[in-house]
């Protein structure tokens, strides 16, 4: 596996399941990032990880639990969701710099949520 | 709060020409700025990264350019072709209190007509 991996790609779920997506890197890199994709809105941030630690959350519901056990690898759990969070979540990492830190994307999750 | 505008919203010319993508944002204090392509269902493709200090990048048949006073970046693409077809996204990474996420636009739209 080469760059950014997301796992799954398809997800439907009910209001009522729980369900986690997964990212992992292959770069070697610091920062780990979600993103949510809706139709007609930009590319909004959610997350961000330096480290394993979490240095922003953009005013995300609860019902969005991101997780990141190590620099590899990053988790978002889904709880109680809403039809509105239907999207495109997509996950990117970077190697933390001041100036540079280019972002690399994987190829998202699309989640339906009935 | 940082606002990225790209126009047109969408763009269909005949193969061959030359074309010019355009992005402003509101506030010049960015570290840099990442111009990205999106295929349909697909994740970014990260094409050119300027940093506040430079002018302008270039990777084969693109170039950006970057005025962060104004706050305008162009992407210029040479020659197009069919397989230029996708969403072109501007993304700038803000200098203010450490944050590392990015800023999206809404995305060019573009068709390359054979």
């Known amino acids: 596996e080469t760059g950014v991996t997301q796992t799954p790609r398809h997800l439907v779920m009910g209001m009522t399941n729980k369900k986690s997506l997964k990212c992992e890197q292959h770069l070697g890199h610091n920062a780990m990032y979600w993103y949510k994709q809706s139709a007609k809105k930009p590319l909004e941030l959610m997350f961000v990880y330096n480290f394993k630690e979490q240095t922003e959350n953009n005013s995300v519901p609860s019902r969005f639990s991101p997780e990141c056990p190590n620099s590899s690898h990053l988790f978002l759990h889904l709880h109680t969701l809403q039809p509105e969070d239907s999207a495109l979540y997509l996950c990117?990492?970077?190697?933390?710099?001041?100036?540079?830190?280019?972002?690399?994307f994987g190829p998202g999750t699309r989640l339906t949520v009935l | 709060k940082q606002e990225v505008t790209q126009i047109p919203a969408a763009l269909s010319v005949p193969e061959g020409e030359n074309l010019v993508l355009n992005c402003s944002f509101t506030d010049s204090a960015i570290y840099n700025l990442q111009w990205f392509r999106q295929d349909p269902g697909k994740g970014l493709t990260s094409l050119l990264l300027?940093?506040?200090?430079?002018r302008e990048q270039t990777s084969g048949r693109l170039n950006a350019s970057l005025d962060k006073s104004s706050g305008r970046s162009t992407l210029y693409i040479a020659a197009s072709q069919p397989g230029d077809s996708a969403t072109y996204l501007c993304?700038?990474?803000?200098?203010?209190?450490?944050?590392?996420?990015?800023?999206f636009g809404k995305g060019t739209h573009l068709i390359i007509q054979p």
């Open positions: 993304a700038v990474r803000n200098s203010g209190g450490g944050a590392d996420g990015l800023t």
């Open positions: 990117a990492s970077s190697q933390r710099q001041i100036r540079v830190n280019e972002q690399f």
């Open positions: 300027i940093q506040s200090s430079q």
